[in-house]
Structure formats: structure tokens, C-alpha cells
């Protein structure tokens, strides 16, 4: 069951530093409802993530493109975040391999090891209790869930 009393939904123009701007806005929203420092700080990277990936990826840093936000909560335990662009869809077979990707721990004597490209990813996955893809009607979607608690 959503709670929609407990809703943030907000549209934002894409640029270099409106991850910091949604973070921010996100971080505000969920603390006044609730949810412990601890795991916005969580949430916060992977907003980031998120955003940064819409920024540089499908809009190819072009700044003033749409970038949509929606947070609630489900089943009270529950906290949703959906980040939505319009620009160039992720291909799905890149997704599956970007969330399934393994983290390379950067080796000081291997140049190889050093990106920090492709992690973002990564580290969604292991900070959220899942990751969800959409593309429909030219909107790409990423939406993922944090467990406030285990019961």
C-alpha cells in the first residue's frame, strides 16, 4: 500500500550540479518523515548516481532537460525513489550487465583498475533492495526500494 499523504514529486532542469539540488530536496522530505540520517545518506548516493547517469548519459550534459523525482513510501516500511529523464534510453542487455557488474578494487599498479566509470551502478545495487528499469512513451524510468527496517 502506497502512502500517498507521505509523497515528493518534483520536476527539475538537468545540469551539472542538480544531483546536489535533488539530494537536498529528497533528504528533507524523508527526514521530516522519518526515515534515520544513517540511511539518507544511503539514499543519497544512489540519487546521485542516478541523476549524474541521466545528466551525462542521456542528455550528454545538456543542460535544461527534465529530470523527474518521485518519493513515497510503500507499506510504511518501505521508502521508493523514481528518477525519470526523456533523453536517450539505457539498452537493457547494458543495464543487466551494468547492475550484474562486479566492483574491480582500484590496484595502484594496475592503470586498468583506476575508472571510476561503470560503478555507479554497483554501488545502487548494493546499497538499495532492488532496482527497477522502465522505458516507456520516450521516459526512462529507474526506480528503486530501501527497506526502512527488517521485521
Same mark, same amino acid.
Given at each position: 500500500?502506497?502512502?500517498?499523504?507521505? $509523497?515528493?514529486?518534483?520536476? @527539475?532542469?538537468?545540469?551539472?550540479? %542538480?544531483?546536489?539540488?535533488?539530494?537536498?530536496?529528497?533528504?528533507?522530505?524523508? $527526514?521530516?518523515?522519518?526515515?534515520?540520517?544513517? %540511511?539518507?545518506?544511503?539514499?543519497?548516493?544512489?540519487?546521485?548516481?542516478?541523476?549524474?547517469?541521466? @545528466?551525462?548519459?542521456?542528455?550528454? $550534459?545538456?543542460?535544461?532537460?527534465?529530470?523527474?523525482?518521485?518519493?513515497?513510501?510503500?507499506?510504511?516500511?518501505?521508502?521508493?525513489?523514481?528518477?525519470?529523464?526523456?533523453?536517450?534510453?539505457?539498452?537493457?542487455?547494458?543495464?543487466?550487465?551494468?547492475?550484474?557488474?562486479?566492483?574491480?578494487?582500484?590496484?595502484?599498479?594496475?592503470?586498468?583498475?583506476?575508472?571510476?566509470?561503470?560503478?555507479?551502478?554497483?554501488?545502487?545495487?548494493?546499497?538499495?533492495?532492488?532496482?527497477?528499469?522502465?522505458?516507456?512513451?520516450?521516459?526512462?524510468?529507474?526506480?528503486?526500494?530501501?527497506?526502512?527496517?527488517?521485521?
Amino acid at each position: 500500500m502506497t502512502n500517498l499523504q507521505q $509523497l515528493f514529486r518534483q520536476c @527539475y532542469d538537468s545540469s551539472d550540479d %542538480v544531483a546536489r539540488v535533488i539530494a537536498k530536496d529528497v533528504n528533507k522530505f524523508a $527526514l521530516e518523515s522519518g526515515v534515520s540520517e544513517d %540511511v539518507m545518506g544511503q539514499i543519497e548516493l544512489c540519487i546521485a548516481e542516478l541523476v549524474n547517469n541521466a @545528466y551525462e548519459h542521456a542528455y550528454e $550534459l545538456a543542460d535544461g532537460r527534465p529530470i523527474e523525482v518521485t518519493c513515497y513510501f510503500k507499506d510504511n516500511s518501505e521508502l521508493v525513489i523514481e528518477v525519470s529523464d526523456f533523453g536517450q534510453a539505457m539498452d537493457r542487455n547494458e543495464f543487466q550487465a551494468a547492475v550484474n557488474a562486479e566492483f574491480v578494487v582500484p590496484d595502484p599498479d594496475d592503470e586498468s583498475t583506476w575508472t571510476t566509470s561503470g560503478r555507479g551502478f554497483i554501488i545502487i545495487v548494493e546499497l538499495t533492495d532492488s532496482l527497477i528499469y522502465t522505458c516507456a512513451d520516450n521516459k526512462n524510468t529507474f526506480e528503486f526500494h530501501k527497506k526502512l527496517w527488517t521485521q
